[in-house]
């Protein structure tokens, strides 16, 4: 389609909007210097699970995950959740506003270049919605924020072995227990390819549902599962 070409050509070549603050910007992500400066940047976090941790306890595991050790080697999270990105992620979910998807996936992607050596997943799998979910939102977020990293970083993105066979409430509004109970068999995979993969989600709260997705792809045959998520709120 002619216009589509048109647009996309115009937005290759003229400097992009911010999405926060609308100015016109040479920086090559979807926001501004100035904006990508304010944003809540994760500095220290547990690396196994990505939960909060103070300054003084910088890189060291934290004491849940030394209890009991979750499902998938380490946790890479470049955004803390605070007000303005929660408005990123409503955006990005309840507004079909996928330009959010983008700039998630550049702040992550820059995140896992500055991570990894050599030893990159072999694919990324983002964690699935629900069919009745994905009928009435019409997309997958995670889903699109992978379909944008896998193309910078020259990952696959892999959708296709899993899916998700129980609608689940959202976990905050839950207590401990029934969080737990929340996602148990929420998650089926057929037999995997891949021994190494990173699961991908747009915000982990409790860490539940990462867990269970990644409890099934280690019964399909995974070895070594990173979880990538984009932010992470203060609490647990
Ligand atoms: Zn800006
Ligand atoms: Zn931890």
């Given at each position: 389609?002619?216009?589509?070409?048109?647009?996309k050509t115009?937005?290759?070549?003229?400097?992009?909007a911010c999405?926060?603050?609308?100015?016109?910007?040479a920086?090559?992500?979807?926001?501004?210097?100035?904006?990508e400066?304010?944003?809540p940047?994760?500095?220290?976090?547990c690396?196994?699970c990505?939960a909060?941790?103070?300054?003084?306890?910088?890189?060291?595991?934290c004491?849940?995950?030394?209890l009991?050790?979750?499902?998938?080697e380490?946790?890479?999270?470049?955004?803390s959740?605070?007000?303005?990105v929660?408005?990123?992620i409503y955006?990005?979910?309840?507004?079909?506003n996928l330009l959010?998807a983008?700039l998630?996936?550049?702040?992550?992607?820059?995140r896992?270049?500055?991570?990894y050596?050599t030893d990159?997943?072999?694919?990324i799998?983002?964690v699935?919605?629900?069919?009745?979910?994905?009928?009435?939102?019409?997309?997958?977020?995670?889903?699109?924020?992978?379909?944008?990293?896998?193309?910078?970083?020259?990952v696959?993105?892999?959708?296709?072995?899993c899916?998700?066979?129980?609608q689940?409430k959202?976990q905050a509004q839950l207590?401990f227990?029934?969080?737990?109970?929340?996602?148990?068999?929420?998650?089926?995979?057929?037999?995997?390819?891949?021994r190494?993969?990173a699961?991908?989600?747009?915000?982990v709260?409790?860490g539940n549902?990462a867990?269970?997705f990644?409890?099934?792809?280690?019964?399909?045959?995974?070895?070594?599962?990173?979880?990538?998520?984009?932010?992470?709120?203060p609490?647990?």
């Amino acid at each position: 389609m002619p216009l589509i070409w048109l647009k996309k050509t115009l937005n290759h070549w003229l400097p992009q909007a911010c999405v926060l603050c609308h100015c016109y910007h040479a920086n090559p992500m979807a926001l501004c210097d100035e904006c990508e400066a304010s944003l809540p940047w994760l500095h220290h976090s547990c690396p196994r699970c990505g939960a909060h941790q103070s300054l003084m306890a910088e890189d060291t595991t934290c004491g849940n995950c030394l209890l009991e050790a979750p499902p998938y080697e380490q946790t890479l999270c470049p955004l803390s959740y605070d007000s303005t990105v929660g408005k990123f992620i409503y955006q990005l979910k309840f507004n079909h506003n996928l330009l959010y998807a983008r700039l998630f996936a550049q702040l992550l992607s820059r995140r896992v270049q500055g991570h990894y050596h050599t030893d990159l997943p072999e694919a990324i799998i983002p964690v699935p919605l629900h069919r009745s979910r994905m009928r009435k939102r019409g997309y997958n977020q995670a889903l699109e924020i992978g379909r944008y990293l896998s193309k910078q970083l020259t990952v696959p993105l892999d959708y296709q072995h899993c899916w998700r066979t129980k609608q689940t409430k959202a976990q905050a509004q839950l207590d401990f227990k029934a969080r737990q109970g929340n996602v148990s068999r929420a998650f089926r995979a057929r037999p995997m390819p891949y021994r190494h993969v990173a699961v991908l989600d747009d915000v982990v709260t409790t860490g539940n549902t990462a867990k269970a997705f990644c409890q099934t792809l280690q019964k399909a045959g995974v070895k070594r599962i990173d979880v990538w998520c984009c932010a992470r709120p203060p609490f647990d």
